[in-house]
């Protein structure tokens, strides 16, 4: 078990910025995955960005390439992701995730709206 705390989000014009933070209670190198999925009213929750220590590897949804970052601070074990170029269609409920021995931890959720 991973316990996360996240922070960030709020409300942003269109073409602004946020920046997202997930602090996990473990090394991220300890862990498979760790990074950010979102979930819109009516939608179902889809993967953001993920960070895979192993590989040292970022994948990010190709909705969000060239506008989202996913960067991290390993002494303080956290993840960050600087969202800019934000659209309307980016607001959600952002989930921090953490996968650690094949379980599945999640943050509390931290909401991102966008206006146009």
């Known amino acids: 078990q991973v316990q996360l705390v996240e922070s960030g989000g709020g409300l942003v014009q269109a073409g602004g910025s946020l920046r997202l933070s997930c602090a996990a209670s473990?090394?991220?190198?300890?862990?498979?995955?760790m990074g950010w999925y979102r979930q819109a009213p009516g939608n179902e929750r889809e993967l953001v960005a993920r960070?895979?220590?192993?590989?040292?590897?970022?994948n990010y949804a190709d909705s969000v390439k060239g506008r989202f970052t996913l960067s991290r601070d390993i002494a303080k074990n956290t993840v960050y992701l600087q969202m800019n170029s934000l659209k309307p269609e980016d607001t959600a409920v952002y989930y921090c995730?953490?996968?650690?021995?094949?379980?599945?931890?999640w943050g509390q959720g931290t909401q991102v709206t966008v206006s146009s």
């Open positions: 995730q953490a996968n650690y021995i094949g379980s599945d931890s």
């Open positions: 473990r090394n991220i190198f300890s862990l498979n995955t």
């Open positions: 960070f895979i220590p192993s590989i040292s590897n970022t």
